[in-house]
Structures are given as C-alpha cells and as structure tokens.
C-alpha cells in the first residue's frame, strides 16, 4: 500500500468514526428525556407531641400547592390532593418506629394528577402534616 492509499484510509476511518460518534451523541440524548415516574416515594418520621416515635397505620393527606405560604406553610393556590386514607380504601401509611414511605401519586388524587403535576408547576409547595 502507498503512502497515498495509506492516507485515504485513514482519513475515511477518522470521518466514519466522526459520524459514528454523533449517531451516539444523538441517541444517548434522547434516552436523557424519560417521561417522570407515576409514583414518587416520599420518606418521613411521625412523632407525637411528646416526641416519641408513632407505629400503626395512620391516615395521611399530602397537599400540592403553586407558592410557598411562608411561615403559614400553605400557600397559593391548591393543585391536588393525595389521600391515603383507610376508609376509602386507598391504604393508610404504615409507621414502624416512627418511620413510614408513602408513595405519592398512589393514593386518592383530586383535583389533578400526579404525572402531569411537574410537568404543569416546574414549581410547587406541599403541605405534609
């Protein structure tokens, strides 16, 4: 092979490696841009007013709101309602030595949904009790 030969092929193996690696850049970008879970598991502690850790299943309501109410805690205008509650038969959360998971999303919602939520208020305020 002459020099010639040998600089052509290397000058087409450096383009084909050039395109390849933007045919990668351009997919990898679209597996960035995934659709946002359903459920999003939210973690916390439930104490008495004595500070001792609760156990048992405890009705919770997680509120969703479009401002920050400041030291009032609520603010702005109320955007849904998660109810995890035993009476509906959403499920009330269970506590275990004062620790508890509730996946927000899963219970009753009102007035809106979860999946559209982040994507309607890239901002929004909620109201654990």
């Given at each position: 092979m002459t020099g010639e030969q040998?600089?052509?092929?290397?000058?087409?193996?450096?383009?084909?490696?050039?395109?390849?690696?933007?045919?990668v850049l351009a997919v990898s970008g679209m597996a960035i841009a995934a659709v946002p879970p359903a459920l999003v598991n939210y973690q916390g502690v439930l104490r008495d007013n004595l500070d001792n850790p609760l156990d048992g299943d405890h009705d919770m309501v997680f509120r969703f709101f479009d401002a920050d109410g400041g030291a009032t805690c609520v603010g702005g205008n109320l955007l849904l309602t998660d109810s995890h509650l035993v009476s509906p038969?959403?499920?009330?959360?269970?506590v275990t030595g004062?620790?508890?998971?509730?996946?927000?999303?899963?219970?009753?919602?009102?007035?809106?949904?979860?999946?559209?939520?982040?994507?309607?208020?890239?901002?929004?305020?909620?109201d654990l009790p």
């Open positions: 040998t600089m052509k092929k290397t000058i087409h193996s450096a383009r084909t490696l050039t395109i390849l690696s933007a045919v038969g959403t499920g009330a959360v269970t004062g620790l508890f998971n509730a996946d927000l999303g899963g219970g009753n919602i009102t007035p809106g949904t979860e999946s559209t939520l982040a994507e309607t208020f890239p901002r929004q305020w909620r």
